[in-house]
């Protein structure tokens, strides 16, 4: 494909005045909004638009802390503080979601709720599922019942090729996004923009490995290092913020229900050279220990994969990829019957059931994932 560059525009150079027209006069609601990238979005738009802005999260600790920096933001601006507003809400919680959508009436969904560690998904992979592809169909119907014209998914590098049940249902999110609207009574879903950002990890976030390590050398170690072969992409909070606003100010694609789009996010960094990185910038002598890896955890990982093309878009350094398979997309009787298998709490059997449901809408072969 040939490169255009006379129309192409840096991702990260996302002035304060292109974010600040693009949510004018919004109600925009972000979930998730106690986490790392949930409330670097929150202080973007609280400190860059006038947006009523509304953040939701089930963790009242990290909710507060958000909604009380955003609104000194504001008020740092000259503007009312109670414009940002909170919402004490799961997100598994269909009902509850539905009202609290009610009440706020949002123009723009940024969808940052998951569950987002690895390892932790592997064990408990009901409660994975629930929240990172029923939670998004929740959000989605909600926001979408209540008057939503825009729809932005926070998504992960790990679903592409994914091992894990975390990446795996992620990846069945953006396929969930793919059927959206495609039944003939779909209604205003049929009309909803949707997008969804694969990120990298972000350094500092609550599921990056770096503040574990910082603890570990606060308590004078071992720093514990599970491969020394591992590496991962990283990007910075402020990075993820604007690939994502740049992501959302995109139009519709032609060819597609959803945008899906990544960034490219340079080298991947070893974690064993940031572990060092960090010992050497305390200034102390830290052993470091290797504990192997736990069960779906990669050497490395990718930002696309052999089931999917990859597209350029008008943004430097951003690719759009659009599944391969004809149908790879989710419907409502999938997820019917990946709701029914949740409420029976049979974790082996839904694990499963994802990998299978993911070959076949990608149609590759069948696979066994015990």
Request: overall charge neutral.
């Amino acid at each position: 494909m040939s490169r255009n560059t006379g129309t192409r525009d840096a991702p990260l150079s996302f002035a304060a005045a292109r974010l600040a027209a693009q949510f004018a006069d919004r109600r925009v609601l972000i979930t998730g909004a106690g986490g790392t990238i949930g409330t670097a979005l929150a202080h973007a738009l609280a400190r860059d638009t006038d947006c009523r802005l509304w953040l939701l999260d089930h963790f009242d600790h990290h909710l507060l802390d958000s909604l009380e920096s955003a609104r000194k933001l504001r008020a740092g601006r000259g503007l009312p503080p109670d414009g940002v507003e909170e919402a004490l809400c799961d997100i598994r919680d269909r009902a509850r979601l539905d009202a609290w959508m009610a009440r706020i009436r949002p123009h723009v969904v940024i969808h940052a709720a998951a569950l987002k560690h690895v390892h932790l998904g592997e064990r408990h992979p009901v409660e994975c599922v629930s929240a990172n592809l029923l939670g998004v169909r929740n959000a989605l119907v909600a926001a979408v019942a209540h008057g939503a014209a825009k729809f932005v998914l926070i998504s992960t590098d790990k679903a592409a090729a994914p091992v894990c049940v975390m990446g795996a249902s992620k990846r069945l999110a953006e396929l969930y996004l793919e059927g959206v609207g495609r039944a003939p009574d779909s209604g205003a879903l049929s009309r909803v923009e949707l997008c969804a950002v694969r990120f990298a990890n972000v350094f500092g976030s609550q599921g990056s490995v770096a503040p574990r390590f910082a603890a570990q050398i606060a308590a004078g170690g071992p720093v514990e290092i599970t491969d020394p072969s591992m590496e991962r992409f990283f990007m910075t909070a402020e990075e993820a913020v604007a690939f994502t606003c740049a992501a959302a100010a995109l139009p519709p694609p032609p060819d597609a229900r959803a945008g899906i789009y990544l960034r490219e996010a340079g080298d991947p960094l070893r974690i064993v050279d940031l572990a060092d990185r960090m010992i050497a910038e305390s200034g102390r002598a830290i052993e470091k220990v290797i504990t192997g890896r736990r069960a779906g955890e990669k050497l490395g990982e990718q930002l696309s994969d052999d089931d999917e093309h990859r597209l350029e878009t008008p943004l430097d350094g951003v690719w759009r990829v659009r599944p391969r398979a004809a149908r790879a997309w989710l419907d409502d009787g999938d997820l019917a019957e990946i709701e029914r298998m949740v409420q029976r709490s049979d974790d082996a059997r839904l694990r499963q059931h994802v990998f299978d449901l993911l070959d076949a809408k990608l149609e590759r072969e069948a696979r066994t994932t015990a």
